[in-house]
Nanobody
Framework: QVQLVESGGGSVQAGGSLRLSCAAS??????????IGWFRQAPGKEREGVAA????????YYADSVKGRVTISLDNAKNTVYLQMNNLKPEDTAMYYCATKSSGRALLSLGYSNWGQGTQVTVSS
């Protein structure tokens, strides 16, 4: 079972950037799961998928709300998945989590496991 630890959150003004990291306790490349996904949850709202990447690093998925502003990438040497977020908006404020999934829809939280503890992103206007 893989353990995931998120980091990189913080407070920024609208238009700013952050890079979130999701560090895995084992090799992502050899992990049997199909996806590493980033999700976010704001107070009073449901958890929503932000982006996901195949464990081979070749296929990426993005929510419409972040397309063009967010890039997900995988560094196998560091067993880390990154989420580069640019042109941040106040509506991006949420706790961000990463998790793994073996099959199914990449941006659907159902079926994901090994959730990290989350990292807070706060964007002020």
């Amino acid at each position: 079972q893989v353990q995931l630890v998120e980091s990189g959150g913080g407070s920024v003004q609208a238009g700013g950037s952050l890079r979130l990291s999701c560090a895995a306790s084992t090799s992502i490349y050899t992990y049997s799961g199909a996806f590493i996904g980033w999700f976010r949850q704001a107070p009073g709202k449901e958890r929503e998928g932000v982006a996901a990447i195949s464990t081979g690093g070749t296929i990426t998925y993005y929510a419409d709300s972040v397309k063009g502003r967010v890039t997900i990438s995988l560094d196998n040497a560091k067993n880390t998945v990154y989420l580069q977020m640019n042109n941040l908006k106040p509506e991006d404020t949420a706790m961000y989590y990463c998790a793994t999934k073996s099959s199914g829809r990449a941006l659907l939280s159902l079926g994901y496991s090994n959730w990290g503890q989350g990292t807070q992103v706060t964007v002020s206007s």
